[in-house]
Nanobody, 123 residues
Framework: QVQLVESGGGLAQAGGSLRLSCAAS?????????MAWFRQAPEKEREFVAA????????YSADSIKGRFTISRDTAKNTVYLQMNSLKPEDTAVYYC???????????????WGQGTQVTVSS
């Protein structure tokens, strides 16, 4: 099993910044995994935000967050981060960390999920 634990959510004003962290652990954790962030706003489907390959560090991101959010990973700490700048009220959602054996942009392609962390952006 793989355990993913998110932290760093909270309340921010529009234009502000937050950094989310996701620590990975577990007996079946592999360095070949892809780590990603998804988010889900009330009454909306879960949507892809960004992903990074653990071994090579290749990054993928949704158009809605390009230029504002950056995904990165610290292989020594088994932790992936999402730096969120220039936050907008529409970024308000529960943010989930996820892991998969391959790159994907849909939630069904990810096998492991964290519990989620709330991000609220006020106008």
């Amino acid at each position: 099993q793989v355990q993913l634990v998110e932290s760093g959510g909270g309340l921010a004003q529009a234009g502000g910044s937050l950094r989310l962290s996701c620590a990975a652990s577990g007996r079946t954790w592999r360095s070949s995994y892809v780590m990603a962030w998804f988010r889900q706003a009330p009454e909306k489907e879960r949507e892809f935000v960004a992903a990074v390959t653990w071994s090579g560090g290749s990054r993928y991101s949704a158009d809605s967050i390009k230029g504002r959010f950056t995904i990165s990973r610290d292989t020594a700490k088994n932790t992936v981060y999402l730096q969120m700048n220039s936050l907008k009220p529409e970024d308000t959602a529960v943010y989930y960390c996820a892991a998969s054996s391959r790159v994907g942009v849909t939630s069904r392609e990810y096998n492991y999920w964290g519990q989620g962390t709330q991000v609220t952006v006020s106008s």
